[in-house]
Every structure is written in structure tokens, then in C-alpha cells.
């Protein structure tokens, strides 16, 4: 079960890390985010440049498709700084949905600016903020003459306001109680509403699609195959979005652990309290967890025999872990911890807003327990 | 609010509580619309202030402020049940008795009076007591965190005066201050606990500079003194017995006084439970809801008797011996894993601001606060180790409780 790192997955993570070390000091982070920035549209085009929007992507769209072990590598170390923005939520996330659901005419046409890092696209899944699932996917959609009308609110989108398309999800009439469809809209569509909300993540919005028109080929592969499309792409995303916790863990536990030998209080360092070291315990045990439970997921992705449940439950782990290892870390930092400045803050934040990306810890611990051991399924 | 917290009126003092809520009614009147607003940046409202701040003026003059404190002193010279009642219709209106406007009264005044000389109390009480002045309270330095005595603002005497170098982070808040209630250190040859000195510090005097830190539950300071004179007078508790004036300080600060006010969070979080959804359904009818909200529920039940029996102990005279550390450990915690229980309820929902509420009340604030109100005024292993002291674990003497007037 030793991962031992192979040349090119050495190359690349250095090659993201200095490019993170570089342009997006760690420090500045938090204090962008809170403030709005935080998108920068330069070096998006850069990370396209470098080839890593292209990861996930087939060479005939202007990928690279390189193995998943790969790209979980580099997107450690995105998640290292943390750089969330739209190399995660466009860059993986709605890259993969595109990939698992798209014509090749749309494969074609969405994916090779992304890839370049010339466009972005955001998923507009679910209408309510509160779960993830097709039971939140309210918004309508009608035919009307040879083109489809879109209504619906979309409570929280990632990185709306920046986005060039969204993936939105939505029923319509011959889809059955539980299937949706998938539509293409641009941002520039009239009857697109954004509306940035305030809050500790920047970066969120409410978009609302009020009447939007958009032709029949705006549905993303066929019309009800939302709910499939989105399933397969959430389990390839997922797994990734636990690379990124998973290096953002390993970073705090970093600055966590220098810490302990810089600070002093009543005459030593607080390294040597028990109560820190228990902090810094708690820590380690809930990145170690996140990180070995990553590293044999993906190994089993590669293998060809990893499961549904495998990868609930490493989301639910890796997610969890991440939450509560920023709050370990802040129990050691304490007060100086809290200054947007401080490298601790853009985490805290990260975490946050992940809790709940494509379901919270609770919701895969369920979808876990059904997968593994469906309802009624005792033996007699 | 939870029942085992509220307290029955004694029928003496049905009128008064019939008086106490209709002036309330009257005053809150123009104050209604600002529910949404509290102490943090995060929300600042100017207008809000101004209310808050005449509100909290309109109070002092009836002595409502501080109730049992001394007529002379601009208290009300009432008892702890009279106080018990202002508090609680207060709350009502999402207000904390003690913070009506975010000054820290609460904690300076006790340890002026019962610390200051005669002169001292008859020269700052009344400013503090009846609401006109805003404190800060100013302890903590880079090198000086948990380790309060650790001081290295220097007070030196000169004739009159101190003078004050050094610099302090992390206090007060957005609204400026009148005064800072600052520990110094005045002896530079002295032993530890033995160079420290309370002084009540003008926030006009010349040489200090007030600088904004953005954090994370919105603005503190770093205050500067750069050669910042101070007149000798305004030392309070004696030159270099700062430290047994610290114990009052920090009993008050670390949960002494407690609260029989409820957790709005809390209630607000049942309320939505509660409603009816569009399909009919109510979110307290799925189970995984109401694993988390027993919890919440109990454990909130338990804090809020905590904070009760500090309350009704300190109104007495009698404090707990480790109860007011304990019901601050205990709180932080629970606000800690409330945080996550409302991001497992409500997902994105919690992440963002509602401003038609009050702070209190707000998921956002909670999610915001859940890591950062952890070590307000010392941490939670500090918090643990002032525990275990007042239990005598593992000495031969216990640590007393200070009574905290
Ligand atoms: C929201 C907020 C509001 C604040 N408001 C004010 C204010 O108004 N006025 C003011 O003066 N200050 C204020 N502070 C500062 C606060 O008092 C300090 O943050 C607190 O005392 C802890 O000090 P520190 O942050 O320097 O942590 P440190 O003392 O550096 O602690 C670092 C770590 O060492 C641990 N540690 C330290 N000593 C021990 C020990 N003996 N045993 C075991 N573990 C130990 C701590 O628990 C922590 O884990 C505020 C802080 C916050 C976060």
C-alpha cells in the first residue's frame, strides 16, 4: 500500500506548487477571498498554459488525460495554499460533467477554451443550499416552439459571478419524479440573474434563470440524463476534491507543527504543553486518516475496482478531516490564528465552504450505508 | 429559552416587572428595526450604534445599567432580583444586559469598585455605571497571550504621571473607545505577578495610536503607546499589586458572572426545523435532523444551567469555585460543534449572512465565530488549567473563587 511517487507526478507537483508559491501567496489569500478578489482571470489563463486544465481532459478536446494519480497530485497542492476558485469548481468539477455528459459537439466546442483556461463553467446543480440530491433540483424547464425555457433559482453556485457558462440543472416534463436534465446557459443569457451573497466564503453566488431561452442543443447529452451524468462525474470529482483536503491538511499540520517550536508562553515553548501536543494528536490523526483512506482510493481507481461506497466514504472522511483539522489548528495558533492575514484563515475558510460542495460528511456516510448494505436487505 | 433557566418573580415584584417592560416597550420602540445588528464588524451599523448607545444612556439614568450597584455610583441601589428582571425582559429584544453597547463596563466597573480607592470609584464609576463612557479592555501583547503576566508595556513614574511604552493587539472593537482599562508593567527590576498595575487609561492621551487588525469575527486593535502620559491617579489597585486585580478581572471575563439570558441561535435553528416546507414537510420530521437537534438541545439545556447557577451564585455573593471557567469552557465548546450541527442542517444556508437578524441568532456569525471565540480572554487549555486549580487537582490547596461585587 506504499505510494511511491513516480517521476512525473513529481514534476508536476512541483511544478504547481512553485506556480502556487509564486503567484498566489498564501498569506494574501484569505484577506482576497474576504474582499471579493480572488479570481484572478491571469492566472487561470497560467494554469491553463501549464497544461493543467487539461489534466482530465482527452487530447482530441486539447487535454492531456493524464492518470488520476496525476492529477491528484497536483491537485494537492492546489489544495495546499488553498487555491479553490474556478481550478476546482470549473477546472475539475464542471470539466468532468461536460466529459461525462456532453455530445462531442459540445465536448468540442466547451472544452478546449477551458482547457486553456480561456473560459470557465460552473455547475448550477441544486436550487436549494441544503443537500445534494435530485429531490433539490427544482428549477423547470418547458419547451417552447424549437427552443427550451428555463426558471428556477439556483440558491448557491460557486464562482457564478466569474463564469462564462453554467451547467444547469432542470426538469423537464417527460422527465420522470427522479430525473432531471442538464442545460448549457450563458452567463451573458438574458434572464441570468447573479447576485454575489456576502458571507466568510467569497466566491458564492444565488443565480437566478428567469425565463431563459436557450436552443434544444443547450441540453447536455440527452434530455433527462442529468442525474446519471452528474452521478459519474461527482465520482470522479470527489475523489479529487479529497486530494486537495488532503494536501491542505498535510499544510496546516506544517504550519501547525513550526509553530509549536516559535512560540513561547511562560517561559517555553507551547510545544512542550501536553494540551498543545494533544491538539496537534488530534490533528495528525484526522490527516492521516483523510490521507491514507485518499491514497488507497485512488490506487483502487487506478486498479479499476473502486465502488461508489469506497468513494462516499473516503469523501465523508477527507472532508471531515479537513474541518476539524483547521479547528485543531486554530486551538494551537489561538489569537493570532484568527487575523485574515494568517495562512490558517484561507483554510478555514476552504473547509467551510467544501463542507457541503457536492454533500455534506453526513449525507456520504448515508450514501455509504445504502450502497453497501441497501434498506431491507437483512438476511432472512 | 430553555425552562430549567427562566426563574419565577417573586409577587413582590410582579410591579416592578410590569414597570421594567412597559418603559422597555416605550424605549425599544425606535429600536425594533435594528434587530439585525451586533457586536462585530461583520455588521456595522451606525445608525444602530447611535441607538444602542442612547438606549444604553436612558438605562444608566434609571440606574438599570448596574441595579445593585450603589445610588452614589449611579446604580440602582436594587437587588439581584430586580437586576434578574431587567435582564430578562432585555433579552426579549435580543439584548445583552451587559453589552447594551459593546462597552465592557461589566467587567471594568466591578474591579474599579472593588479595587479603586475612594476617590477612584467616585471619579469612574458613574461614567461606566450609567452608560456615558465606552471601555476597552486592553491585556493582551505579542509576547503576551495566555501568559498575561507577561507584560512588557512599561508604566514609569514621573512626577504626576506615568509614562506608558509598548503595544497591545487584538482588543476592543470598531466603535472607538473613551477609555482603556490596560495592564501595564511597572517595575522593570521586579518579580513576576510582583511589576504588574491596572490603569484606566484616557483614549485621548497623547502617544496613543490606535491601529485596525482585520480578523476573522471582524475588527480588533493594535493600540501603541509611544511615551503616552498618563496621570499617576488613574492607577488603579496600587503600584505593583496589579495582580490580585487580575483575578477579579479575569473571574468576570472567564464566565463568573454568568447569564440567564437563552441561546437565540438555538431557538432560531428549532424555528426552522419547524416550518412547514413547501411540500408539505417539516425538516424535525427526518431523522438524521433529529439526532442532531437532541443534542443541541440538551446540550444547550445544560449550558444554559450552568450559566444560571454563576449567575444567581455571584448575585449572592457566594461564587462557585470553578464554575465560572467551567461554564465558559463548556459554552465555547458547544458553540464549536453547533457550528458544524448547522452546516450538517443547512448546508450552504449557514454560510451566508442574514442580515433581518440579530448577530446572535445568525448561522453565518456562528459558522464565522466557531473557531475564533475559542480564545477570547485566554484558551481552552488555559480554561482547563484554571479548572483543575479551583478543583485542587493535583495540589495540596484549592484556589478560591474572588467574589466579584
Ligand atoms: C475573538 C477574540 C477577541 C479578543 N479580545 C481581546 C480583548 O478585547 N482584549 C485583550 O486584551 N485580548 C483579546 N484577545 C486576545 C486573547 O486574550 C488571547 O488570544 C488569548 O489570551 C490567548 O493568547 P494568544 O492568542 O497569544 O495564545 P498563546 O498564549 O500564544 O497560546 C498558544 C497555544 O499555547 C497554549 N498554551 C499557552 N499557555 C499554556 C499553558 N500554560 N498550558 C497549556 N497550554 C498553553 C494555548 O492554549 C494555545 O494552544 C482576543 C482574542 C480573540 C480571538
Known sequence: ?380 | MVQGSTHETPEALIPFEAEVRAWLAEAMQDGLRFAWSAVWTTRNNDEEYAFRQSLGRRLGERGWLFPTYPVEYGGGGLTPEHQAIIETEMSRYGLRHAMVFYTLARIVAPCILKHGTDEQRRAFLPGLVRGEVVVWQVLTEPQSGSDVANVRTMAIRDGDEYVLDGQKIMVGSHHQPDYLWTLVNTDPAGKRHENLSWMYVPATSPGLTIRPMSMMMGIKNTVFFDGCRVPAANLVGGENSGWKVSSTHLELEHGGAGSIAGDPVVDHVLGRCLEQQPDGTALIDEEPVRAILADMLIETHINELLAARNYWLRLRRTPHPYGGVQYRYYERLLRLRNAERVQQLFGYEALVPRFDLHEDADLEHLVRAGPGQLHGGGTMDTDRLVMARRMGIGRSTKEDAPTTA
Open chain 1, 1 to 380: 500500500m506504499i505510494h511511491e511517487p513516480t517521476e512525473e507526478e513529481r514534476m508536476i507537483r512541483a511544478s504547481v506548487a512553485q506556480f502556487v508559491g509564486r503567484e498566489a501567496a498564501p498569506d494574501g489569500l484569505a484577506r482576497a477571498r474576504h474582499e471579493g478578489g480572488g479570481f484572478d482571470r491571469g492566472l487561470h489563463r497560467q494554469a491553463g498554459e501549464l497544461g493543467w486544465l487539461g489534466m482530465l481532459v482527452p487530447e482530441a478536446y486539447g487535454g492531456s488525460a493524464m492518470p488520476v494519480g496525476i492529477c491528484a497530485a497536483a491537485v494537492e497542492e492546489l489544495g495546499r495554499a488553498p487555491l479553490m476558485g474556478p481550478l476546482l469548481t470549473s477546472g475539475v468539477i464542471a470539466t468532468l460533467v461536460i466529459l461525462e455528459g456532453g455530445s462531442d459537439a459540445q465536448k468540442s466546442a466547451l472544452l478546449p477554451p477551458m482547457v486553456a483556461g480561456e473560459r470557465t463553467a460552473t455547475l448550477a446543480a441544486m436550487d436549494s443550499g441544503r443537500g445534494w440530491g435530485p429531490a433539490f433540483v427544482t428549477a423547470q424547464a418547458r419547451p417552447d416552439g424549437d427552443r427550451i425555457r428555463i426558471d428556477g433559482h439556483k440558491a448557491f453556485v460557486h464562482d457564478a459571478a466569474t463564469a462564462d457558462t453554467f451547467i444547469c440543472a432542470a426538469r423537464l416534463p417527460a422527465d420522470g419524479p427522479d430525473a432531471f436534465s442538464l442545460i448549457l446557459v450563458d452567463a451573458g443569457a438574458i434572464g441570468v440573474v447573479i447576485e454575489p451573497l456576502p458571507g466568510l466564503p467569497s466566491g458564492l453566488s444565488a443565480v437566478s434563470f428567469d425565463g431563459v431561452s436557450v436552443p434544444t442543443e443547450a441540453i447536455l447529452g440527452a434530455p433527462g440524463a442529468g442525474r446519471g451524468t452528474l452521478e459519474r462525474a461527482t465520482h470522479r470529482a470527489l475523489p479529487l476534491v479529497c486530494a486537495f483536503m488532503s494536501g491542505a491538511c498535510q499544510a496546516i499540520f506544517d504550519f501547525t507543527v513550526e509553530y509549536t517550536g516559535q512560540r513561547s508562553a511562560f517561559g517555553q515553548l507551547i510545544g512542550r504543553f501536553q494540551r498543545v501536543q494533544d491538539h496537534v494528536v488530534e490533528l495528525a490523526n484526522q490527516m492521516d486518516g483523510a490521507h491514507w483512506m485518499t491514497l488507497e482510493l485512488l490506487a483502487k481507481i487506478e486498479a479499476g475496482t473502486a465502488t461508489a461506497a469506497d468513494i462516499h466514504e473516503t469523501a465523508a472522511v477527507a472532508t471531515e478531516a479537513y474541518y476539524q483539522v483547521c479547528n485543531y489548528s486554530h486551538m494551537v495558533h489561538a489569537g493570532p490564528g484568527t487575523d485574515l492575514d494568517h495562512p490558517l484563515m484561507g483554510h478555514t475558510i476552504a473547509s467551510r465552504a467544501l463542507y457541503q460542495l457536492m454533500g455534506t460528511p453526513d449525507h456520504h456516510k448515508r450514501r455509504m450505508m445504502d450502497l453497501r448494505f441497501p434498506r431491507g436487505g437483512a438476511p432472512a
